[in-house]
């Protein structure tokens, strides 16, 4: 298992951007899925970009266009950049490892709150 720090959050405004940062120890960080997740308040948890080992990326609806999920196995680092950004991405955001690639999430972060503005 990897342990997982993010970094990054904070408050923006309508449209601003932030980037998140989650550095991650332990090995073998290239052969895992690294994702980002967020909980809004009053809402379930839901993943909503993935970068696969092989180098495929994933993104729900909601952020495609404005997130970008990065990675730099050299720093065992994944980055999520949030572009555009808008009040209802207001939540605490975690970064989560999957060692089997498979989408089995068991290593997560503490999270990092951004709050967007209008």
């Known amino acids: 298992q990897v342990q997982l720090v993010e970094s990054g959050g904070g408050l923006a405004q309508a449209g601003g951007s932030l980037r998140l940062s989650c550095a991650a120890t332990?090995?073998?960080?290239?052969?895992?899925?690294m994702g980002w997740f967020r909980q809004a308040p009053g809402k379930e948890r839901e993943i909503i970009a993935v970068?696969?080992?092989?180098?495929?990326?994933h993104y729900v609806d909601s952020v495609k266009g404005r997130f970008t999920i990065s990675r730099d196995n050299a720093k065992n680092t994944v980055y999520l950049q949030m572009n555009s950004l808008k009040p209802d991405d207001t939540a605490v955001y975690y970064c989560?490892?999957?060692?089997?690639?498979?989408?089995?999430?068991?290593?997560w972060g503490q999270g990092t709150q951004v709050t967007v503005s209008s």
């Open positions: 332990g090995r073998a960080f290239n052969d895992y899925a």
């Open positions: 989560a490892g999957d060692p089997g690639n498979t989408g089995s999430f068991g290593s």
């Open positions: 970068s696969w080992s092989g180098g495929n990326t």
